[in-house]
């Protein structure tokens, strides 16, 4: 078992760098992604009445 002064001693290192990730790439990756789940939403705008209308339907038949 290592003394308490042993295990600080390897803590001191930091934290090991994960190869082939860099901030920048992930960074461009977040935004994009961002930018298709926005086009996602803005291009299921337009079903949002029809959502509604159906919704109402569904509880309108359901519930005496």
Known sequence: M???SGVLRLYRG???RV???NL???WFAGVV???IVGALVWLS???L???AEFAGTALRTALP
């Open 19 to 21: 190869g082939g990730r």
């Open 14 to 16: 930091g934290m090991a």
């Open 33 to 35: 992604c961002i930018g």
């Open 45 to 47: 705008l337009p079903m």
């Open 24 to 26: 920048g790439v992930s």
């Open 49 to 51: 009445p029809v959502l």
């Open 2 to 4: 290592l003394p308490a």
